[in-house]
């Protein structure tokens, strides 16, 4: 697609769940990021994979968080044993490389843990 | 620490009454500071990126520009359709990586 495509875009589950998040980054775009934004705050980075590096994770908050990137496209977040405070929209970003500056966002998954 | 700043949390114009949006920012290693205007249930769009002190740029009433420790987001004569909520961002990369760090933002509405 033109863009970067996530799903789902609305995620309701149950506290103590598993949950997975999917970003689908435009073509050809080496770098990806993903944030999470709580209800009317800014964007808290949690990680950033450029592509065969090692990716940066020190914005991950806990060790309930992972995050992987297959073959330096598609990347899944994944957040097991959810918990309310999980609540957040994720949006995944990409970029043309590292230093390329502007990132092109995805719509993001909002994610509500109850 | 890297960190971002932005003020006001939220301003309030009339149509046509042009104001300033401050992002200030300590970081180590600035490689670029970027500004995006996210809409409500969107993800942010890109404005500018300046890369120097004393770089403009400009986009229809749009200017942003930049310091050593702060930038400026210009809106001249606003209308209700740029009612949105501004992010400032900040690319940092003097260890060796090219994390973007974000302000909480500015949520800014005209009034028609």
């Known amino acids: 697609g033109a863009g970067v495509s996530q799903s789902p875009s609305n995620k309701v589950t149950e506290k103590g769940k598993d949950v997975e998040l999917r970003c689908d980054p435009i073509?050809?775009?080496?770098?990806l990021y993903w944030y999470r934004q709580s209800l009317g705050q800014g964007l808290e980075f949690l990680i950033y994979?450029?592509?065969?590096?090692?990716?940066?994770k020190s914005g991950l908050p806990s060790d309930r968080f992972s995050a992987e990137r297959t073959g330096g496209s598609v990347s899944t977040l994944t957040i097991q044993r959810t918990q309310q405070e999980d609540s957040a929209v994720y949006l995944c970003?990409?970029?043309?490389?590292?230093?390329?500056?502007?990132?092109?966002f995805g719509e993001g998954s909002r994610l509500t843990v109850l | 620490e890297d960190q971002v700043t932005q003020s006001p949390e939220a301003l309030r114009l009339q149509e046509g009454e042009s104001s300033s949006l401050n992002c200030s920012y300590t970081?180590?290693?600035?490689?670029?500071l970027f500004w995006y205007r996210q809409d409500p249930g969107k993800g942010p769009e890109f404005l500018f990126t300046?890369?120097?002190a004393g770089e403009e740029k400009e986009k229809e009433r749009l200017k942003a520009t930049l310091t050593k420790k702060e930038s400026f987001l210009h809106i001249t004569a606003p209308k209700p359709e740029d009612s949105a909520t501004y992010l400032c961002?900040?690319?940092?990369?003097?260890?060796?990586?090219?994390?973007?760090?974000f302000g909480a933002g500015t949520r800014l509405f005209v009034k028609a």
């Open positions: 300046l890369y120097s």
């Open positions: 073509s050809g775009h080496t770098a």
């Open positions: 994979f450029q592509g065969n590096s090692a990716p940066d």
């Open positions: 970081v180590s290693g600035l490689r670029g």
């Open positions: 961002a900040v690319q940092a990369g003097n260890t060796g990586g090219f994390k973007t760090i």
């Open positions: 970003a990409s970029s043309h490389g590292a230093g390329t500056g502007e990132l092109f």
